[in-house]
């Protein structure tokens, strides 16, 4: 580095958008940081993703494990913004030229009743808990909540994290019903092959195992749900086709998982009992363009033995952050700049929270659709149909893009001197000694996996 031209820049969250921010930064030759407030980095990867997408995560490793070696990239795991750093520090006082969050969006979106989460474990979970637990329960280290799994279940969503769950809560209850008559499957089959492939294999009519299956309750019509996305400026043609996309993935979706679906429910009211979440009140909705308006006198209650909500995730506010709304105060343009400080950044799913398929404005429709089949295990034909690189390529690019900007605007910012960059490394020294990182990725790494994670 030049040294009239000397950066240090610090990324929050180490996952798909900081560890291409880092890179980006790094390859032109500035000083990067990456604070991650867990001990590995895989973020969305490692706990959004559902594990059976098992070659997928290892190649995601891998590529972030690359990005964080690169010569001038720091790590720092273990530090949480907010908790070990605090915010207005970092970005104030430490000195760094600027600070880039990656965060992520980590935090379910309120299923909107007043009073809905005081039944949180008591017949309500949300998404992303769930998504972690079934992740990690087979390690032995695991000691977080664990979740018991009924029949007839109620999910409420419509997105494709929402199949996630419906497909869990399916394999869970079927792969119990096979083991009680004796007979082990194992998730991977049921993902690849489907329920009832698995079940005819065994001979076993899928009916007969008395499983009625989980409910997925979408607030707005079937074609409406956002499973698939028009290109920018679609003409009807292509809106047409988008819906006809999101009805055939559904259809696929249930025939291979078995779970049932309602349209046009609108949540509006719990049922409780005993302290306890034992079901939801929903009106039946008119679907006019985005608005679901509740019909009068349609309402009516589905009870359920536990309520799984995965209606999306927003940022997780951070003590001391400028927020607006459910998000980060972050303007949604090239250079995604934070209101609060012109040295803060944002990149990745913390700008919108959006964490699901948009890859329709980087590629054509037809590839989407493929995608989007292969995500969910729906794709016809062997191995190859279930390359999902694509996807995750169109989160890579749009962070690289939005990394670059910064890298851009950071190189008009006063260079720092040694005497700055000196002082950041002994605040970066400190919070390696607190966790007992010793500074080379890949032994850290090698010491903070389980054996067992799958
Ligand atoms: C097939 C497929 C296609 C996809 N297509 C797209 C697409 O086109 N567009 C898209 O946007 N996404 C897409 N995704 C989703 C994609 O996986 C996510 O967008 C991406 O992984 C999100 O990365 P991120 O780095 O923004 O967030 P995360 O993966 O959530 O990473 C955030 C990181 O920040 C850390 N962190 C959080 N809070 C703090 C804190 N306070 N202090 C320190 N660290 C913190 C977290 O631990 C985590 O490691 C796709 C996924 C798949 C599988």
Not at 183 to 190: L, N, P, Q
Request: glycine share 10%; with cysteine.
């Amino acid at each position: 580095m030049s040294a009239n031209n000397r950066h240090f820049v610090a990324v929050i969250g180490g996952a798909t958008a900081g560890s291409v921010a880092a890179e980006v930064l790094a390859d032109h030759g500035i000083r990067v940081a990456v604070i991650e407030q867990n001990s590995r980095p895989y973020g969305k990867i490692e706990d959004g993703l559902p594990r059976w997408h098992a070659e997928q995560r290892r190649q995601e490793y891998a590529k972030m494990a690359a990005r964080l070696n690169k010569p001038g990239v720091t790590f720092v795991p273990s530090t949480k913004l907010g908790r070990d750093v605090d915010f207005n520090d970092l970005t104030e006082k430490w000195g760094f030229s600027a600070v880039i969050l990656a965060n992520g969006a980590w935090r379910d979106r309120s299923i909107g009743i007043d009073g809905a989460d005081e039944f949180i474990g008591k017949g309500l979970i949300y998404q992303n808990p769930f998504i972690y637990w079934y992740n990690h329960k087979n390690e032995k280290s695991y000691n977080g909540p664990r979740y018991e799994v009924p029949d007839e279940a109620l999910v409420l969503g419509g997105g494709l994290a929402s199949i996630d769950v419906v497909k869990i809560l399916q394999m869970e209850n079927y792969e119990r019903a096979l083991k009680a008559r004796g007979i082990e499957a194992h998730m991977h089959d049921f993902e690849k092959k489907g329920i009832p492939a698995v079940c005819k294999a065994h001979g076993i009519d899928p009916a007969s195992l008395g499983v009625k299956g989980c409910l997925l309750v979408y607030r707005r019509r079937q074609q409406d749900m956002p499973l698939a996305q028009p290109p920018e400026n679609a003409t009807p043609e292509q809106l047409a086709k988008t819906e006809s996309v999101r009805q055939k993935v559904l259809r696929l979706a249930q025939e291979k998982f078995l779970f049932r679906f309602q349209d046009c429910r609108l949540t509006q009211g719990l049922v409780v009992e005993n302290g306890r979440l034992v079901g939801i009140k929903v009106s039946e909705t008119k679907v006019e363009g985005r608005k679901a308006t509740p019909v009068p006198g349609s309402e009516h209650d589905l009870r359920a033995p536990l309520i799984i909500s995965s209606i999306g995730s927003v940022p997780e506010p951070i003590p001391g952050a400028i927020m607006k709304g459910e998000y980060f105060d972050i303007t949604e343009t090239d250079l995604p700049q934070y209101k609060g400080n012109d040295r803060v950044f944002g990149v990745g799913n913390v700008v919108t929270g959006q964490g699901n398929i948009r890859v329709s404005q980087v590629h054509s429709q037809k590839v989407t659709e493929r995608l989007v089949e292969a995500y969910l295990g729906l794709g016809e034909g062997g191995e190859g149909s279930r390359d999902i690189s694509a996807g995750q390529a169109g989160a890579e690019a749009r962070g690289a893009a939005q990394a670059s900007a910064v890298q851009e605007m950071v190189k008009t910012f006063p260079s720092l001197t040694d005497a700055q960059i000196a002082g950041l490394e002994a605040k970066i020294k400190v919070q390696h000694d607190r966790v007992g990182y010793g500074g080379n990725y890949d032994a850290w790494i090698a010491k903070v996996t389980p054996a067992d994670l799958e």
